[in-house]
């Protein structure tokens, strides 16, 4: 089980070996949400984020794998770089894995214990605050199908868009970086999810890069309909730019999901960010060239 301890850990590793870390903010409870950037700062950036869910927490460890990945390989060609966000719900996932016990506010205990009806935290998917943050964005917010309107495991909506500090982190963030492109990992199901109300010309852009990543990772390619105010719809509808959630892992397994599956997940996303980085500034470059992830 991948912890924040070892994601703590492993960036501890990156300075070491010198590669640019940081911080996108502190969650509800005060833990800090570290980056890893890799590649050259300028105008083609690209962010990876997982575990926005907390019981999805595998996604931390194939996020910081991917960025272990390319600092390891520096010979191949990596057009622009890349911001590696692994945990974007540090809180939510110590609850999900270590339940109350490192909660040090009785008050905070005691209401997080009432919004799950138990002690058994392993389905948690929200934050602190039983905010479910990947329906927390402004972007069509409270209007999906299960949105729920009150703390909850999973799905609650917020008070208001944006309410939740792990939602203004990414909305800030990804702001100042103007990537040219986000991906979101989750859990399960093998699906790549790209729509969101685009218009004719993103919309085919758009299309066509979610076809040859789904291609490529033998995926299904799924418009999401019915599931907003998530990071990838903010990014489409706020920023114009193409952004994408991967539900990786068997729908075969339930949560949380077995890490024994882990290299399965891994192998097929392990150098995807450099490849969409590259084929995007490509494109940029020479809008003309067709689709190619390679």
């Known amino acids: 089980m991948y912890k924040y301890s070892d994601l703590l850990e492993e960036i501890d590793k990156f300075n070491a070996l010198g590669v640019e870390t940081g911080n996108i903010g502190d969650s509800s409870l005060g833990l800090r949400v570290p980056y890893v950037f890799v590649g050259e700062k300028g105008k083609n950036n690209l962010i990876v984020q997982g575990a ?22 520096p010979e191949l060609l990596l057009r622009g770089g890349i911001y590696f966000i692994p945990m974007s719900n540090p809180d939510g996932v110590r609850i999900c894995q270590e339940g109350l016990s490192w909660i040090s506010d009785k008050k905070t205990r005691a209401r997080l214990l009432e919004i799950n009806g138990s002690n058994d935290f392993s389905m948690w998917k929200a934050n ?21 309107f009150y703390p909850h495991p999973a799905n609650y909506v917020g008070k208001s868009p944006n309410s939740e500090i792990e939602t203004l982190n990414l909305v800030r963030f990804t ?14 199901g093998e699906i790549v999810y790209w729509r969101f109300g685009q218009n004719k010309s993103a919309l085919w852009r758009d299309y066509r890069l979610a076809k040859a990543i789904a291609n490529q990772l033998g995926y299904r390619l799924d418009d999401g309909t019915g599931s907003v105010g998530g990071y990838k719809d ?26 024994a599956d882990f290299q ?31």
Request: aromatic share 12%; with cysteine; charged share 25%.
């Open 175 to 188: 702001t100042a970086a103007k990537p040219l492109c986000t991906l979101s990992y989750h859990t399960k």
């Open 52 to 73: 926005i869910h907390a019981r999805e927490h595998i996604t931390s460890l194939l996020v910081i794998n991917q960025a272990k990945f390319l600092v390891k390989r």
């Open 128 to 148: 602190a605050n039983g905010v479910d943050i990947n329906v927390n964005f402004d972007a069509k917010w409270s209007k999906g199908k299960e949105n729920v």
């Open 234 to 259: 903010w990014c489409i509808e706020k920023l114009g730019i193409p952004a994408f959630t991967f539900e990786v892992g068997s729908d075969n397994y339930g949560y949380p999901y077995p890490y």
């Open 264 to 294: 399965r997940i891994y192998t097929p996303n392990r150098d995807l960010p450099r490849k969409i980085l590259n084929y995007l500034v490509k494109e940029k470059e020479e809008p003309k060239n067709k689709t190619d992830t390679q």
